[in-house]
């Protein structure tokens, strides 16, 4: 599904009830990725930003980025990662322009206070649209720090992210891939909003407790009384991705 073109202005734009689009149907398709190392660790302790995945299995992401209406990371990955959030082939480019659609997808962050630096590479390489879900209180200034770079959306107190996904249905989005951090892949998660899971171990260890994790504590719907489908196994150089189905929306569906 195509996206539906917006403005670059930044404005406050109310967010859409999560009852307005019924979870199982109108909400985007939702995708998660996320590469650890074996002991689960996104990331080590140091300052350098931690290589998980390799050539190979970056081309992969970039063709399920290509194949998707709108890539969202959280501020803090914005802030940490400095991510451009482009399909980086020009081919892919191609390919999505000749179907009509923009180069790149829609870019997408969530942030409960505004703490992002206009001059980010999310806000300023590429020209997708760029869209800000917003907590309530921070709002008005992160409308005023984004002006002209970003629609900047209400998504309640505290950010909800089922309103997020309504309002990004009701702006075309069918196919959405969230690339984290660790809170909003857990947010999704515990909130039953993901539909498909991309997990990508490389071979080696973190032993480091200071470093973040996949997610942290929470209450998710997959446990011990209800396993999530494998949908598929793959070797990609030395890493291997495990691909879950989440939802019956995913190829293959999951236990009843």
Not at 2 to 23: K, L, S
Request: charged share 20%; hydrophobic share 45%.
């Amino acid at each position: 599904m195509g996206v539906v073109p917006a403005g670059t202005a930044a404005t406050a734009v109310p967010a859409t009830t999560a009852t307005a689009v019924p979870a199982s149907t109108g909400r985007p398709y939702v995708l998660l990725s996320c590469a650890t190392s074996i002991d689960g660790y996104i990331d080590d302790a140091t300052q350098e930003r931690l290589l998980l995945s390799n050539a190979e299995d970056m081309e992969r992401i970039d063709a399920v980025r290509a194949g998707c209406d709108a890539i969202l990371v959280g501020a803090g990955t914005i802030r940490a990662d400095d991510p451009r959030l482009v399909v980086r082939s020009a081919r892919l480019r191609a390919a999505r322009q000749a179907a009509g659609l923009p180069p790149s997808p829609v870019k997408v962050t969530m942030t409960a206070r505004g703490l992002l630096d206009p001059q980010a590479r999310f806000f300023t390489v590429g020209d997708a649209e760029k869209v800000v879900y917003c907590a309530s209180p921070a709002v008005d200034t992160t409308t005023e720090l984004l002006a002209g770079l970003a629609t900047v959306v209400d998504a309640g107190d505290p950010l909800d992210p089922a309103r997020v996904l309504a309002d990004l249905a009701g702006r075309g989005v069918g196919r959405l891939m969230v690339e984290g951090g660790a809170a909003v892949h857990a947010q999704f998660l515990t909130a039953g909003l993901a539909d498909e899971l991309h997990l990508v171990v490389a071979p080696f260890f973190v032993g480091d407790r200071r470093a973040p994790r996949f997610v942290g504590d929470g209450a998710f719907p997959w446990h011990p009384g209800r396993r999530a489908r494998v949908a598929e196994v793959r070797q990609i150089g030395d890493v291997v991705l495990t691909r879950y189905a989440l939802s019956e929306r995913c190829a293959g569906g999951v236990p009843g």
